[in-house]
């Protein structure tokens, strides 16, 4: 694995093969995807760092999904990465949606965990407030922070069951820069959903039956608005919260496969129609 920094951003990029960029929601890091797709062989994982957070954390200025979109941009076009499969989580998401409405030529495909075309109008205030509170109170703040994260986006199951998933998001959030955080929070707290009826690729999406933050009912609303998608599929993960990569890694993965293998063949029947139809 290679650790690079691009303009300041961290990026791990891993193996050979077709590329897959990940990208890790709020409070989260590359190392968010270690569980679900370390064992994927086959591919070059690409694994960014967003700014403001974790190795990333050293940029100034305020951040926004604009700004996202135009790192990941940056850091495909450092990489030579013309067209990926992509997948995000939370954050994430949002950033993918968007680069796949501004660089539809980057996208060969969207697998979306614990999605969300933007926060719903009641999260936006937490949000900010969370905010205040890790720069007011710094490191004690993202402490707190961390503990309530783990308690309130963790299914139950999982809190009983998986003491390393717990261990894992607390320490991914608590050892987040504060400044970092904040300004992470106001970009979310400020994200505005992207065009998603301009979205042609093929989507998956992925949410939990324990997720507060993407819920099902929002995720099949989101999925509603992807009219010139391709393909749409969506699952519902049994007993599992908002950190479906970490709480769900196999069932994460496998499902990610069958999707990718399912995109392909749809590709390859609408080019062999392309083709017939004498198309060039």
Request: aromatic share 4%; with cysteine; proline share 6%.
């Amino acid at each position: 694995m290679n650790l690079r920094f691009i303009d300041r951003i961290a990026v791990e990029d891993e193996g050979d093969g077709d590329p897959v960029v990940c990208l890790h929601g709020l409070g989260g890091s590359a190392g968010v995807w270690i569980p679900m797709l370390a064992p994927l062989a086959g591919h070059r994982v690409i694994r960014i760092e967003l700014p403001g957070s974790a190795r990333s954390m050293r940029v100034d200025g305020a951040l926004s999904i604009a700004r996202f979109v135009e790192c990941v941009e940056q850091v495909c076009e450092r990489l030579a990465i013309r067209r990926a499969h992509w997948i995000g989580h939370s954050l994430g998401t949002i950033v993918a949606q968007h680069l796949a409405v501004a660089h539809p030529e980057r996208i060969r495909s969207l697998a979306l965990y614990g999605p969300l075309a933007e926060p719903s109008e009641p999260a936006r205030a937490p949000l900010h407030a969370r905010a205040a509170l890790a720069r007011t109170e710094s490191v004690s703040g993202m402490l707190k922070i961390a503990v309530q994260t783990a308690a309130v986006s963790l299914s139950a199951d999982t809190r009983t069951r998986q003491p390393l998933a717990i261990a894992m998001v607390r320490e991914s959030v608590a050892r987040s820069c504060p400044e970092g955080y904040a300004r992470s929070c106001e970009a979310l707290a400020e994200a505005r959903s992207a065009a998603l009826e301009k979205i042609k690729v093929p989507v998956l999406l992925v949410t939990g039956d324990e997720d507060a933050v993407a819920p099902p009912q929002a995720m099949r609303s989101l999925a509603d608005r992807l009219t010139a998608s391709l393909l749409v599929r969506q699952l519902v993960l049994g007993r599992c919260g908002h950190w479906t990569p970490i709480e769900r890694p196999s069932e994460c993965l496998r499902e990610w496969i069958e999707f990718t293998s399912a995109a392909s063949r749809l590709s390859a029947r609408a080019n062999r129609t392309t083709f017939a139809a004498g198309v060039t």
